[in-house]
Nanobody, 111 residues
Framework: QVQVVESGGGLVQPGGSLRLSCAAS????????MRWYRQAPGKQRELVAS???????NYADPVKGRFTISRDNAKKTVYLQMNSLRPEDTALYYC?????WGQGTQVTVST
């Protein structure tokens, strides 16, 4: 069964950093576009960043210059490096692999 599992969330102070990981079980992981989404309480889920099979990346405007998505095909893992975190980044962060969702990992930015 193909699945993705997120990890790396936690509580961090404003201005801090976290790195999220998403491990996939797909055989042909390197062929898939991988995406990170987030959903804050009372808000719709939004796309944060994506990385194509060729390594091309895209970011939502609120995170440009602060977040970096990357992938390690040998480890079948995608990462989201989050720097200069803000309280408004607080959300449940989800990994998506071509329609397959993980359970999410909570990121809380607070003093």
């Amino acid at each position: 069964q193909v699945q993705v599992v997120e990890s790396g969330g936690g509580l961090v102070q404003p201005g801090g950093s976290l790195r999220l990981s998403c491990a996939a079980s797909a055989i042909f992981f390197d062929r898939y576009t991988m995406r990170w989404y987030r959903q804050a309480p009372g808000k719709q889920r939004e796309l944060v960043a994506s990385i194509s099979s060729g390594g091309g990346t895209n970011y939502a405007d609120p995170v440009k210059g602060r977040f970096t998505i990357s992938r390690d095909n040998a480890k079948k893992t995608v990462y989201l490096q989050m720097n200069s975190l803000r309280p408004e980044d607080t959300a449940l962060y989800y990994c998506n692999m071509e329609g397959i969702w993980g359970q999410g990992t909570q990121v809380t930015v607070s003093t």
